[in-house]
């Protein structure tokens, strides 16, 4: 076994392939086609390129440094940008990004006028705001007035499609109201405009729920996709949707974390109690004595205890600080020892957070 640093942060590039391909193919008896989002892995050129091999017809992200470096790196398949981009990274954007997400009239002018003064174009999605309440045109007439236009009146912009996007800020779920909803849109788009649109983007992994139930329109033909290739069987989304389904999806990033103290101590505090490192009042409860070990990495590196999922039976994170976590190892006391390196399966915002954290190693395996 390669001897790593921790705490350290592994990246299976064969199981982030697998789980590409299994979802691309699952998409593609559909008609649908896979964007590959990256954003979450930092945008590392590994994943890209893992994206790719599985099958990722667009590598997205929404952060332009993360397209960039999968553009350097030779990634061959269009960039697309997946934030509706800023004013003041227009000239950067048309240079790297081949598509973006777009839902203001004014920032597609700048394109539009950034496209034309470098002599090329851009091809943009229009975004409908379906309820979730995040980016998106809200007023969908709107949309397609503005979608006219860049067919007509912008020679720098090719519009290249619609599409949306649900259970981000607002929870909405993409039932299959919302999906007809979008491809009715689409239909009006096309008949404004007198021809087919390229893309029709139906959403990010929640919407994997129409492939899998079967009901995606026909008119839907791409998703961007990060949350569950880069996770694998997600607990929050599968349980919340009874998505079984992708159970068969594995888990590629890992992290592993050295146990520096291991003791019997009380569950319950002991003196009068404000609050914790954090400034929030906190909740104990009175377990007894019990065996605990102390792991190297904290809060700082992935956030939250609750998207840190022990891989190790019987064992339970009970709490961290910036710099530390603590894990209930009673139940396994006799196997557990100093030095011992921990493995957790991560849930979004623990890989987000731990593949930007400088503190942690990365490896691709
Ligand atoms: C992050 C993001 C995605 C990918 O979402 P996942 O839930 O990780 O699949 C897709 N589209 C947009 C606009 C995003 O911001």
Do not use: W
Not at 177 to 200: C, P
Not at 287 to 304: C, K, T
Not at 305 to 334: F, N, R, Y
């Amino acid at each position: 076994m390669a001897e790593y640093k921790y705490p350290a942060l592994l990246h299976d590039r064969a199981k982030l392939v697998s789980n590409v391909k299994k979802l691309s193919d699952k998409c593609g008896e559909q008609g649908i086609q896979i964007a590959g989002i990256i954003k979450a892995t930092n945008g590392t050129v590994a994943a890209a390129e893992d994206f790719v091999a599985g099958g990722a017809k667009l590598i997205g992200s929404s952060r332009l440094e993360q397209l960039k470096r999968a553009k350097d790196a030779g990634i061959k398949v269009p960039l697309l940008l997946i934030r509706v981009p800023m004013l003041s990274e227009i000239d950067e954007m048309v240079d790297i990004a081949d598509i973006s997400l777009n839902s203001e009239p004014l920032v597609l002018e700048a394109i539009n006028k950034a496209a034309l003064d470098k002599g090329i174009t851009h091809k943009v999605i229009l975004m409908a705001d379906l309820g979730d309440l995040r980016e998106g045109f809200f007023n969908l007439d709107e949309l397609v007035e503005t979608a006219a236009k860049v067919e007509n009146e912008m020679p720098g912009l090719v519009l290249a499609g619609i599409g949306t996007n649900l259970g981000c800020y607002g929870s909405v779920i993409p039932t299959e109201d919302k999906m007809v909803a979008l491809a009715k849109l689409a239909e009006r788009v096309e008949a404004e405009i007198g021809r087919e649109l390229e893309y029709v983007s139906g959403g990010a992994t929640t919407s994997l729920l129409g492939v899998y139930h079967g009901y995606m329109p026909d008119k839907i033909n791409m998703l961007r996709l990060g949350a569950g290739p880069l996770i694998g069987p997600l607990e929050d989304v599968r349980l919340c949707y009874n998505l079984e389904a992708m159970d068969e999806l594995e888990c590629p990033f890992v992290l592993k974390a050295e146990v520096i103290e291991l003791k019997v101590k009380a569950s319950y505090p002991q003196g009068e109690l404000g609050v914790d490192a954090a400034g929030k009042k906190r909740e104990y409860v009175d377990r007894g004595m019990r065996m605990r070990a102390l792991l190297a990495i904290g809060r700082a590196d992935y956030g939250d205890i609750d998207d840190l999922v022990p891989e190790m039976e019987g064992t339970t994170v009970i709490g961290a600080s910036g710099d530390h976590t603590i894990v209930d190892v009673e139940d396994v006391k006799d196997t557990v020892k100093i030095g011992d390196i921990m493995t957790f399966r991560l849930k979004y915002s623990a890989l987000l957070n731990l593949a930007e954290s400088e503190n942690v190693k990365k490896y691709e395996i």
